[in-house]
T-cell receptor, first 116, second 114 residues
Framework: KAGVTQTPRYLIKTRGQQVTLSCSPI?????VSWYQQTPGQGLQFLFE???????NKGNFPGRFSGRQFSNSRSEMNVSTLELGDSALYLC???????????????FGEGSWLTVV | DQQVKQNSPSLSVQEGRISILNCDYT??????FLWYKKYPAEGPTFLIS?????DKNEDGRFTVFLNKSAKHLSLHIVPSQPGDSAVYFC?????????????FGKGTKLSVKP
């Protein structure tokens, strides 16, 4: 069974540009969540989508947005990129919502974003 | 306010010995705990989990212990192998939480020396 797939794996953008990252969850999984990882900050939750609806949102500015399609695939968009947005962006999928206790999430390999 | 804390940023262990990774939490609502392992340039990989109704869960070389009264959990790896060298994240969740209630610690980097 294929795991969580993220594209692109690596990308470099310029300040002020926008970027779109894509995530295909494990087949049958309906929840997709996004995390940002920067050195020293661990994994910080961005948002979760379940059945095409945003169910939870972390403490990130409105420049960070996402959506989920009917096939559970998800995209994350960051507009007006800043140098501090350089990070590893991880997508994770799970069967149910992550607010349902006992739910294990499975991560993709991540998209490395460098903003110059 | 960090709800899940991994106070040791790094740990070095000799091959064949036991590795003990610790995690403390503050929210008594947490009822499900997970450990993930992460190699550089890869996404985290799920290792093992434990529900709050248990105090121990074992899977091969990996055992997770939960002490609810102390709000503490630990991951034991026995015997440690060089391939175990990675960053280990603990995470906690509870039913009905908001703000993405799967909360991660900042990770502990384990180095297993041959």
């Amino acid at each position: 069974k294929a795991g969580v797939t993220q594209t692109p794996r690596y990308l470099i953008k310029t300040r002020g540009q926008q970027v779109t990252l894509s995530c295909s969850p494990i087949s049958g999984h309906r929840s997709v969540s996004w995390y940002q990882q920067t050195p020293g900050q661990g994994l910080q939750f961005l948002f979760e989508y379940f059945s095409e609806t945003q169910r939870n949102k972390g403490n990130f500015p409105g420049r960070f947005s996402g959506r989920q399609f009917s096939n559970s695939r998800s995209e994350m968009n960051v507009s007006t990129l800043e140098l501090g947005d350089s990070a590893l962006y991880l997508c994770a999928s799970s069967l149910g919502q992550i607010t349902s206790s006992g739910n294990t999430i499975y991560f993709g390999e991540g998209s490395w974003l460098t903003v110059v | 306010d960090q709800q899940v804390k991994q106070n040791s940023p790094s740990l070095s262990v000799q091959e064949g010995r036991i590795s003990i990774l610790n995690c403390d939490y503050t929210n008594s609502m947490f009822d499900y705990f997970l450990w993930y392992k992460k190699y550089p340039a890869e996404g985290p990989t799920f290792l093992i989990s434990i529900s709050s109704i248990k105090d121990k869960n074992e899977d091969g070389r990996f055992t997770v212990f939960l002490n609810k009264s102390a709000k503490h959990l630990s991951l034991h790896i026995v015997p440690s192998q060089p391939g175990d060298s990675a960053v280990y994240f603990c995470a906690a969740s509870y039913y009905g939480g908001s703000q993405g209630n799967l909360i991660f610690g900042k990770g502990t980097k384990l180095s297993v020396k041959p």
